[in-house]
């Protein structure tokens, strides 16, 4: 039987320290290649609703990593590797925006998706290359522990659609952030009244 990337990268996460900042990024890592493939298997209005937890879950993870991890794995890797995960990230943002315009039953939908997909999680198996493997190296766990409830804050209050405006940026991610994700969460909030009435 083979073994998912999936799979691999929670094992990863669990022998991990619980808080431990690359233990948490991996299992996202992973809920993430999950939920690409139940948005690519659902159907209707499951298939939007799956399709809305992914896109909540990847705005808050790149929120995330932009303002707690690439700040000292710039430090860590240097400015090329950071620089060039931050674009990629930007140009995901705007990717994801059109996917979240679109609706999710469309052949191009689909498409668009299946481009997509395979983009992110290249882009996540550098940042574990690249970046969380070089973190585990030089950086005490207490620091890696104090990242991720960090991290963990910051995801908790992040936007839950994508700002190609503001992805990217570290520093567009701190000053920016908190208004875009109320005005998210306000726009969630419509939705679901919405859809319930």
């Keep these: 039987m083979t073994v998912s ?6 094992t ?13 990024l991996l299992a996202q890592h992973a809920e993430i290649r999950e939920l690409f493939g139940k948005v690519r298997t659902s159907t209707g209005r499951r298939r939007q609703e799956t399709f809305d937890e992914l896109r909540a879950l990847l705005a808050a993870h790149e929120t995330g990593e932009e303002v707690v991890l690439r700040p000292i794995s710039r430090q860590v890797v240097g400015p090329e590797v950071t620089d060039a995960r931050n674009h990629e990230e930007k140009a995901a943002s705007r990717d994801l925006a059109d996917l979240d315009r679109m609706e999710a039953s469309s052949v191009e939908f689909g498409a668009k998706l299946a481009a997509f997909e395979h983009t992110v999680l290249e882009h996540a198996e550098r940042e574990e290359r690249e970046e969380f493997e070089a973190l585990r190296q030089v950086r005490p766990e207490s620091e890696l522990v104090r990242l991720g409830r960090r991290l963990r804050a910051i995801q908790a209050i992040a936007p839950t659609h994508p700002h190609p405006s503001v992805a990217g940026s570290p520093t567009a991610q701190r000053v920016f952030g908190p208004v875009v994700s109320l005005v998210d969460r306000l726009r969630d909030a419509r939705r679901q009244t919405a859809a319930a009435g």
């Design 12 to 24: 990863r996460a669990s022998q991990l320290p619980e808080d431990d900042v690359v233990g948490i």
């Design 5 to 10: 990337k999936a799979t691999r990268e929670r």
